[in-house]
């Protein structure tokens, strides 16, 4: 087998750019010494991270797309989730990208960090002439979808015309915080993605800026979150999760449920329907927006989909979009409701990474039954 198709198969996404090493085996602690592991902040606030490699005592290489605030280099480590006397925690002096890096295709995707100063045990990565292949394929390769969304274009809504929106923290098992969207269907229970579970979750209700402290805003721990059982974290099928939450919803002109679709209901191309979340507001920003913003979206056919994405399901998944590419679902707004008729038809699952194009939504009616019975036993 060719050493890039090994690669391949060991390689699947994790989101944002960052890949994970499926199978293999654990290596002798130290063996590669010329390892980093680079920590940032992202313009949302969440903490990331990426692989890189010691190159010279100052320098270490990684990809363009690694990049973000306070960015930290651990060097010497083994295992992550201890304090090694091997570690070294060095901060990022300077971060210097490709000029010719493309964000939207990621063309020229590799970037140089300044500011290591490192010790004996650690050695240094040899750079041959030429780069090799699989080399090339670690810094370039990346999900064609993510499963986080972000609204595009838009507009900022009325504060509180959508009182059933939820805004969702999640802390990972890595400790990094994501954010997503959701939606309230019960005083007890939260609709959103599967792949927006945590550790621990938090769920805010009435607010329309997430950044400023709201009378109505009110926050409430998640006692228990259940994914549907099918949920795949490679393809998104069944992304669909309920959230229990540990208090009762106080119902106010800012708080009140979604209606949920009857059995028999279906969407059809052509129908108008709408997204709101607070994530970033255009396609090449970095700015997230701290209002409450929405989108309109046509639903579209099947057909639609399944050439932009390999793993689209029709049975249980819908497809939206804008004709005129200039309004989207896309980061921070995952787990949010596709709204018609004043009913949610479904849950943003995921769209294409770095363009606007139809998005994928996980189709509400199809799990009905599995959203009742999980109610009524919780």
Known sequence: MPAVLILLTFLLPLGDGAEEVIGGHEVPPHSRPYMAL????????????CGGFLVRDYFVL????????????????????????????????????????????????????????????LHLSRLPGKMPPVLILLTLLLPLEAGAEEIIGGHEVKPH???????????????????????????YFVLTAAHCEGESMTVM?????????????????????????????????????????????????????LMLPQSDAQVKPGDVCHVAGWGLTSINGTKVSSCLREAELIIQEDQECEKIFYNYFKTIQ??????????????????????????????????????????V???????LPWISRNMKVL
């Not at 490679?234 to 800012?254: E, F, G, H, N």
């Not at 995921?350 to 139809?358: A, F, L, Q, T």
């Open 38 to 49: 680079i920590s940032f902040l992202k313009v949302d606030g969440n903490r990331s991270s």
């Open 62 to 121: 990684t990809a363009a797309h690694c990049t973000g605030s306070s960015m930290t280099v651990i060097l010497g480590a083994h295992n992550l989730h201890e304090q090694e006397k091997t570690q070294q925690i060095i901060p990022v002096e300077k971060a210097i990208p490709h000029l010719g890096y493309n964000p939207l295709n990621h063309s020229n995707d590799i970037m140089l960090l300044k500011g290591c100063v490192c010790s004996a045990l």
């Open 161 to 187: 015309s959508y009182p059933y929106m939820a805004f969702i923290q999640s802390v990972k098992a890595d400790g990094n915080i994501s954010y997503c969207g959701g939606f309230l269907v019960q005083d």
């Open 205 to 257: 209700l009435g607010a329309h800026n997430i950044k400023a402290k709201e009378d109505t805003q009110q926050i409430i721990s998640v006692e228990k979150a259940i994914s549907h059982p099918a949920y795949n974290k490679v393809d998104y099928s069944y992304d669909i999760m309920l959230l229990k939450l540990k208090s009762k919803a106080k119902r106010t002109k800012a708080v009140s449920t």
């Open 318 to 359: 819908i497809c939206a979009g804008d004709p005129n590419n200039v309004q989207d679902a896309s980061k921070g707004d995952s787990g949010g409701p596709l709204v018609c008729d004043n009913r949610a038809y479904g849950v943003i699952a995921y769209g294409k990474k770095g363009e606007i194009s139809s998005g």
């Open 361 to 367: 939504f996980t189709k509400v009616v199809y799990f």
